[in-house]
């Protein structure tokens, strides 16, 4: 709005690790226009490097555009481009050395995941206005190898860790008053915040108060040791289960998620596009995922999102 205002061109780079948390803070951004400005946002919002899905469609006044073609997208005066590193690589041609500083602004999401070689790829076409968001308590980057720097620059500063994030590398590097603390978190009730208030924040986290008693709503009245678990007044639940000799799947906790699942989905009348159902590995995604399509007869427009820890993170569910 400010360079609508002034009547000057913009362009906002919004990067991150993964295609999935750049989609979702894309389309924050289209909701929250549509919200509070409707009508009135002069700019466009493009996901670069990727036709329009043909199962989405939007028709609000602002919406999410997608793009492969770089005249198009460059050639728009406000806008905010979203792509990884080696997206924006290849919008400007990295490869034919072609490394312009065109984004008045880039922007990181989820800063904490991404490695400092990857958030070179977006960084080298800023024109100085950075911001990273991301939170060091959260997933690190997966990095194969051992790239501790104990090397100095020229001016005596350590050289970047690259076993590190960029953003672990920039809270070392700069005083804490370039640092900005969000403490307010409007994904969780009270219950749910205290355990990592208390374990990773010296207790300064807290739910916002729209929802520090919120309780998730289920259609029928609970009933036996399964809806025990999914009672909405216990919101943070752990359950134990004996198992011996599993390594990257284990068919009885499988078994285990699909029922629950099952019983949310088909009893309680929770929405598929509420749930959410995250572990460490594929191959137990891939045996939960098969059991609970035989318990809903291959309905596949039944089915929540199924997926690994790192590639939900920036989602967000009611259920998890």
């Known amino acids: 709005m400010q360079a609508h205002d002034a009547r000057r061109p913009i362009r906002i780079g919004v990067s991150a690790l993964t295609h999935q948390a750049i989609d979702n803070a894309l389309k924050k951004v289209v ?7 409707p009508g009135q946002f002069s700019g466009h919002c493009i996901k670069w490097g990727a036709k ?3 199962s989405e469609k939007d028709d609000r006044a602002f919406k999410l555009e997608f793009s492969d073609y ?8 406000r806008v905010i481009i979203g792509a990884t590193g ?6 400007f041609k990295g490869r034919n050395k072609q490394f312009p500083p065109a984004l008045d602004w880039v922007i990181f999401d989820e800063a904490s995941q991404v490695p400092v070689p990857q958030a070179l790829l977006a960084l080298v076409y800023g024109r100085g206005n950075f911001l990273f968001l991301g939170d060091v308590n959260q997933l690190p980057p997966i990095v194969k190898g051992n790239y501790e720097s104990v090397k100095k620059d020229v001016a005596g500063d350590a050289t970047p ?44 986290l807290m739910p916002a108060p729209a929802n520090a008693c919120a309780r998730i709503s289920l259609d029928k009245p609970l009933n036996g040791r399964m ?7 216990v919101p943070l639940v752990l359950v134990l289960t004996r198992h011996e000799g599993c390594a990257q799947k284990s068919e009885t906790e499988a078994a285990l998620i699909a029922e629950l699942a099952w019983r949310l989905l088909t009893v309680h009348g929770v929405r598929p596009g509420q749930l959410g ?11 939960i995922l098969r059991k609970l399509e035989e318990m809903l007869d291959n ?22």
Request: charged share 25%; with cysteine; glycine share 4%.
């Open 31 to 37: 909701d929250l226009v549509n919200q509070y400005l």
């Open 52 to 54: 329009s899905p043909a």
């Open 70 to 77: 770089a005249d198009d997208v460059l050639g728009r005066s």
């Open 86 to 91: 080696y997206g924006l690589y290849h919008l």
């Open 161 to 204: 860790d690259l076993n590190r994030s960029v953003l672990a590398n920039l809270l070392d590097r700069y005083p804490e008053s370039r640092h900005k603390e969000l403490n307010i978190t409007f994904r969780m009730n009270k219950s749910i915040c205290a355990f990592p208030s208390q374990t990773w924040y010296n207790g300064r």
């Open 227 to 233: 809806d025990q678990i999914l009672d909405p007044a």
């Open 277 to 287: 159902l995250i572990s460490p590995h594929r191959a137990q995604n891939n045996a």
């Open 299 to 320: 309905d596949h427009d039944a089915l929540p999102v199924v997926d690994t820890v790192e590639r939900f993170q920036g989602a967000e569910r009611d259920i998890i």
